[in-house]
């Protein structure tokens, strides 16, 4: 690998520098992607490997990130299961006919994950070969809770209480149901892992509306039954985001590193986890629409706070749609001109 940093600050090795990435990195605030949106829809872009290939590396060869993350959605999974999941202009994610009741479990299955989903284990070929070992590539999947959450709620929600009810009310269906998720995300994830991928990230995106009992009770056991089946094949980054209070028990999964969104400082977030594994984030996304000088200032702030050593820099969440351009390269180069030695 000729640019490594990534899986040494995995490691807890020494870097010269923080590596840095962007969560949703490739997307809608690059006129490349936004090209290759007019001519195909969503899940074509994901389905074609080809597609997912020059998606994957735009912010590669545009931004120069440490990292590239392969362009899919944690969708497919739900897909694979077979509910249909359709992304609507402007709207987002709609699934019409969302799990309910014990029923409805009959309409979803754990699949053979090539058959399903053999598509994204041809992209992450392509891309391995594409990229020629520049950086490492990130695999990913949503964490069973927030699945669940789609699954459920058949749609995207500030609150998804419906999820949260489902799990409250009927929660012997609900943990049959992230069981099922749990076992083709693990079987999803070692595909992944075999056809190339060389770090795992679990988003947990809808971790923090959960109480920590509950976090605990319906999201934690499976992010740890997909960490341990994991560990050991690749480093495993779990982000659960708005979850900074259950840092601690995250930190004891066997994850090599946990992201944070920009709701806790990072000194805290250190305090919590511990020592002995690497933190990723925080960035509010929201600050990359300032003036690119103060965007370098609260860069370099942020950046002294973490500290070089176990340290991923990133955003606290994706970046957002309206971010320009040079924005998020200077968010970028900041980093990569960082000398702790010379502030
Ligand atoms: O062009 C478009 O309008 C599609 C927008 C889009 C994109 C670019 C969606 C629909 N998904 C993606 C790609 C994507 N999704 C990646 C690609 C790799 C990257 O560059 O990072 C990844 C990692 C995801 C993961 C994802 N999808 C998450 C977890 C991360 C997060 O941001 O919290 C979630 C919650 C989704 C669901 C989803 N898919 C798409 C949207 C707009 C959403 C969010 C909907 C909601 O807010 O409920």
Not at 37 to 66: H, K, M, N
Request: charged residues 20%; glycine residues 6%.
């Amino acid at each position: 690998m000729k640019n490594d940093l990534l899986l040494r600050a995995l490691d807890g090795k020494l870097v010269e520098r923080p590596p840095v990435w962007m969560m949703r990195q490739a997307g809608r605030y690059l006129p490349q992607y936004m090209k290759l949106r007019e001519r195909y829809s969503f899940f074509e872009r994901c389905a074609t490997p080809e597609l997912a290939c020059e998606i994957t590396l735009q912010p590669v060869d545009i931004i120069g990130v440490d990292a590239a993350i392969l362009f899919s959605d944690i969708l497919v999974v739900p897909q694979a299961m077979g509910l249909e999941v359709q992304l609507i202009e402007s709207k987002g994610p709609f699934l019409p006919n969302p799990i309910k009741s014990y029923a409805d479990l009959k309409r979803v299955s754990v699949p053979d994950v090539h058959e399903k989903l053999g598509y994204v284990e041809e992209a992450i070929q392509l891309i391995k070969k594409e990229l020629n070992n520049r950086v490492p590539l990130i695999g990913f999947a949503g964490a069973p809770w927030t699945i669940l959450c789609y699954m459920v709620q058949g749609k995207g929600s500030k609150t998804f209480d419906e999820a949260k009810s489902f799990c409250f009310t009927q929660s012997q269906t609900a943990h049959q149901l992230l069981q099922m998720i749990t076992d083709t995300t693990i079987a999803y994830l070692n595909a992944q892992v075999i056809a190339g991928a060389d770090v795992i990230q679990i988003f947990d995106s809808w971790g923090g509306l959960l109480a920590p009992a509950d976090f605990e009770a319906f999201s934690l056991p499976y992010i740890q039954q997909i960490v341990t089946a994991i560990k050991g094949k690749a480093p495993v980054i779990v982000f659960a985001k708005g979850a900074w209070y259950v840092l601690d028990k995250m930190a004891v999964t066997g994850a090599k590193a946990l992201g944070i969104d920009w709701c806790i400082r990072p000194q805290t977030a250190r305090k919590m986890a511990g020592d002995g594994i690497t933190l990723q984030g925080n960035f509010d996304p929201a600050k990359l629409l300032l003036p690119i000088p103060q965007i370098q200032k609260e860069v370099k702030l942020m950046l002294a706070e973490f500290g070089t050593e176990r340290y991923i820099a990133n955003l606290g969440h994706g970046i957002l749609p309206n971010i320009p351009v040079d924005h998020a390269r200077a968010f970028v180069d900041t980093v990569k001109e960082w000398n702790p030695r010379n502030r």
